[in-house]
């Protein structure tokens, strides 16, 4: 099956009762039992409802997975998968990341004796050099948040599989559409579903994929116990956002490239980060391991002002300022003071989360509209 029929027909049956060809949304707590244990497949909602299971199988499908499970947000989804670790345990996460998963990590995780590194994961001689008898977890994001950075995902497979660690890779800017982590040697997929698989911001989910039933089986019991599933509505709308991604997400790395192109002829806009130019660093490995470049832009304003990065966000028209990314709608945001708010100025501003730093995401309106949208700002300046 192709991608674009996985993500249509991937886990999705008509229902036997009625014969409807949309997945039923499930709207139940709980289900009649014919004699104690005696159950058709479902007991209790949290611990499985038919909506929410067959988003799952679609997910599973999509990343050429075996097993997905969903939760409550993205930051849901983190939460599980680090509860697989104990205190004295240590990750090797990008030091480029968003704002949300550095402030789970540091502010949640660490105080219960969980150890981060975070380093630019490019270098895989640093990496190795961190690694000790308590090192369990390899965290990635690529391409990362906000500065676009590309990390070699099949490098890092080598590198976890060798000094036997779980790696984790954030899909959520590319999703299974751009890259397939788990074919280059990732052990779970983690997606905050509110971004582009959902495709439409009207719903908060977030999901983990993997290949091996036992770690599966350990997720599955963290997901079970801990409870931090989403409902059956929501469950539905990823569903239904899935089956546009493929359509989706050509339109979006399509204008993506536009507006980077655009970008790089503005007399008032200092470096772009988009991995399709061929001046981004790591481009070759973004050729390598990613089918196209996705439609999340990030550039810098020339002169350094910050008045500047406020004006142009409060400017625009069609790029609505706002959190969050990847649905139909552009979004523009300034990460200093909005994604990356939670981390200190010192530690952001060495990745390159300076104060005039812009993010787009690049959204599927008429691309003109969109340059014209953003010329005006830039003019305004």
Known sequence: MKFGTKTIHAGQQADPTTGAVMTPIYQTSTYKQASPGD????????????????????????????????????????????????????????????????????????????????VGMDDSEKIESLINKNTKMLWAETPTNPM?????????????????????????????????????????????????????????????ICKDEKLAERLFAIQNSCGAVPGPQDSFLVLRGIKTLHLRMQRHCENGKVIANFLKTHPKVGDVYWPGLEDHPNHDIAKKQMDDFGGMVSFNLKGNKLEDAIKLVSTTHYFTLAESLGGVESLIGHPASMTHAAIPKEVREKTGVVDTLIRLSVGVEDIEDLVNDLKMALDSL
Do not use: W
């Open 39 to 118: 159950f058709k497949g479902y007991e209790y909602s949290r611990t499985g409802n038919p909506t929410r299971n067959a988003l799952e199988q679609n997910l599973a499908a999509l990343e050429n997975g075996k097993f997905g499970l969903c939760f409550g947000s993205g930051l849901a989804a983190i939460d599980s998968i680090i509860k697989l670790l104990k205190p004295g345990d240590e990750v090797i996460s990008t030091n480029d990341l968003y704002g949300g998963t550095y402030r789970i990590f540091n502010n949640i995780f660490e105080p219960f004796g969980i150890k981060f590194h975070f």
């Open 148 to 208: 676009l950075n590309i990390i070699d995902i099949e490098k890092l497979g080598h590198i976890s599989k060798k000094h036997n660690l779980t790696f984790v890779v954030d899909n959520t800017f590319a999703t299974p559409f751009l890259q397939r982590p788990l074919d280059m040697g990732a052990d779970i997929i983690m997606h905050s579903l509110t971004k582009y698989m959902g495709g439409h911001s009207d719903v908060v989910m977030g999901a983990a």
